[in-house]
C-alpha cells in the first residue's frame, strides 16, 4: 500500500519520487505518498497484483472502450473491479476495461512508453505529483470544460486538500482524487489504561512522548511509541510545528528552520536518548512495516504512526485511533493528506474522453467512494459519503474508520517542487541519519538544506 509519503504528497516533485519507488528500494527502504500510500497501494497484504493482469466484463453492443491503467493490491483491485462492474453494468454507452500494473512506478513507466507509442490508455490512477508533471507538457486533458458541464458532479463534494492537488496555479483541473491518504495514530488500548493514558488528552506530541514514557516505565512494554521508519512521520510533525518546505517566493529550501530542527531533534532525543520510542528500519520489502504493527499488537509498543490503509490489518480488539496531534500547545496539527488522481490522457479520442470522465465521476460519486474506504482503509474524496447509509452504520460499528477523514480536513499538501525529487531524496537522507545514526537534527539538516538548495538553484536557472 501507498504507505510513506507519499506518500506522503504531494504535488510536484515529492509525488514524482514516490513514483520512482513504489514498493521497496534495493536497501529496503518503502519509497513513497501511504499516496504516496504511495508503495504500491498494496492494501490488506501489502501485496500487488501480477503487471498488465486485465480485468474483462462483457460490453454492450457498440459501446465506446475505455482502458484504465492502475495499480493496487489484492484488496484495492477486487473494490476496483466491482465498482468497474457497476459502472458498466449502469449504462451501455461505455465499457472499461481495466488493466492492472504492479506498482505506480511500473504505471508510470508504461505510461511513457504508450504516451510515445500511441498505445496510451484513456484514464489512469496517478500520484497527483506525476499528473501534474504530464500535465505540464500538455499530456493530459484539462477537465474544466467536463466539469463546468455536468449537472451531476461538482467539486465542492469533494474535500478540498484532495481536489486542489489535481489543479494548477493556473486553475488547469488535471485530475480528480480518486482516494487519499494519510498517517494516523494507532494505540494499544491495554497499554494505555495500565499507564492510566486517556487518548482524548494527547493534544500535542509532548503529550505523546510523556505517554511513551509513562508505557515504557510501566515495564510491561519495552517502547512507549514507534514512529514508522522514514521521513514523512517526521515531515508531518514538522508541519504541525509550522515548518515549511520552500520560501514564500519558492527560491529558498526552509527545511532546516528551527521549526524543523526542533521536531527531528525531538524524535532523535526519543528514539536515542530516552530510548522511548523505536524504529524498524531496512529487511525486505514491507518488512519492517509489518514488523513495526506486530509490535503493537503484541504488546511490545504503546503504539505506532502507520497508514490509514493499515485499517485492514489491525485487529481492532486490541488497538484503537486517533489523529495525529500539533507540536505543541501553540501549533495546529497538520499531517500530510496525499492524493492518488484519475486523470484522462490527451491522446484519447473524443468519446474516449467523455466517457473517461463519465467513469471517473461514477468512480468518485458517494456510493463509491463509501465502498472503497470500507473495504481498504483509505480516505475517501467525497464528503457525501456521511450521508451514505451503509458507511454509517460501518462508522458508528468501526469508530476508527472516521480518523483518516477527520484528519485529512486539515491536512497539509506537500508542495510543489521543481527539483525533480532532489528534497524529498534529501529529506530522507536525513531522517535515516537521525532516526537510525543518532546524528543531531541540525547536522542532518543542514547537510539536506545545503544539497536541496543546490538543486533548486539548478531547477530555476540560478
Not at 520512482?20 to 534495493?26: A, K, N, R
Not at 461538482?154 to 492537488?165: E, G
Not at 484519475?342 to 465521476?361: R, T
Amino acid at each position: 500500500m501507498k504507505k510513506r509519503l507519499i506518500s506522503l504528497v504531494l504535488t510536484g516533485a515529492f509525488a514524482v519520487s514516490a513514483l520512482t519507488g513504489c514498493g521497496s528500494s534495493s536497501d529496503g527502504t518503502a519509497q513513497n505518498t501511504e499516496a504516496a500510500s504511495a508503495e504500491a497501494a498494496a492494501q490488506s497484504t501489502h501485496e500487488t497484483t501480477p503487471a498488465e493482469t486485465e480485468q474483462e466484463s462483457a460490453p454492450a453492443e457498440d459501446a465506446t472502450e475505455i482502458e484504465f491503467w492502475y495499480a493496487g493490491g489484492k484488496t484495492a483491485v477486487q473494490v476496483v473491479q466491482d465498482i468497474i462492474d457497476k459502472y458498466n453494468a449502469s449504462q451501455s454507452a461505455y465499457h472499461v476495461s481495466a488493466v492492472t500494473q504492479a506498482d505506480y512506478d511500473e504505471t508510470y513507466q508504461k505510461l511513457q512508453a504508450g504516451i510515445a507509442g500511441k498505445a496510451a490508455p484513456d484514464v489512469v490512477l496517478l500520484d497527483a505529483g506525476v499528473a501534474r508533471s504530464l500535465s505540464d507538457k500538455n499530456l493530459i486533458t484539462d477537465l474544466t470544460g467536463y466539469i463546468d458541464a455536468a449537472d451531476d458532479f461538482s467539486t465542492d463534494d469533494l474535500i478540498q486538500v484532495f481536489a486542489d492537488q489535481g489543479k494548477d496555479d493556473n486553475g488547469k483541473i488535471f485530475a480528480i482524487p480518486a482516494y487519499g491518504t494519510t498517517q494516523i495514530l494507532y494505540y494499544n488500548m491495554e497499554a494505555f489504561n495500565d499507564a492510566g493514558i486517556n487518548a482524548a488528552d494527547i493534544k500535542t506530541w509532548q503529550d505523546l512522548a510523556a505517554a511513551a514514557q509513562k508505557i515504557k516505565d510501566g515495564g510491561k512494554f519495552t517502547y512507549g511509541w514507534e514512529p514508522m521508519w522514514g521521513a514523512d512521520n517526521l515531515i508531518d510533525a514538522a508541519f504541525s510545528n509550522g515548518g515549511s518546505i520552500f520560501s514564500e517566493d519558492g527560491t529558498q529550501v526552509t527545511i532546516n528552520s528551527d521549526e524543523w530542527v526542533e521536531v527531528w531533534e525531538g524524535f532523535r532525543t526519543w528514539i536515542h536518548d530516552d530510548k522511548t520510542m523505536a524504529i524498524h528500519s531496512g529487511g525486505q520489502g514491507w518488512e519492517y512495516w509489518y514488523n513495526t504493527i506486530d509490535d503493537v499488537l503484541n504488546g511490545v509498543a504503546g503504539g505506532y504512526t502507520g497508514s490509514s490503509g493499515d485499517q485492514a490489518d489491525l485487529d481492532f480488539s486490541v488497538v484503537a485511533a486517533m489523529e495525529q496531534p500539533a507540536w505543541d500547545e501553540d501549533s495546529t496539527s497538520a499531517p500530510m493528506a496525499e492524493a492518488l488522481t484519475l486523470s484522462v490522457l490527451e491522446g484519447s479520442g473524443d468519446e474516449e474522453k467523455q466517457g473517461a470522465f463519465d467513469f471517473i465521476k461514477y468512480f468518485t460519486n458517494a456510493e463509491s467512494q463509501a465502498a472503497w474506504t470500507m473495504a481498504t482503509g483509505y480516505v475517501a474524496v467525497n464528503t457525501k459519503v456521511n450521508d451514505n447509509a451503509e458507511y454509517q452504520a460501518y462508522v458508528e460499528e468501526n469508530p476508527q474508520a472516521a480518523v483518516p477523514f477527520a484528519q485529512a480536513s486539515h491536512g497539509s499538501v506537500y508542495p510543489y517542487d521543481p527539483t525533480n525529487g532532489a528534497v524529498i531524496d534529501a529529506l530522507r537522507i536525513a531522517a535515516d541519519k537521525v532516526e537510525i545514526d543518532g546524528v543531531s537534527a541540525k547536522e542532518a539538516l543542514d547537510e539536506a538544506q545545503k544539497t536541496a538548495q543546490a538543486a533548486l538553484d539548478e531547477a530555476l536557472g540560478k
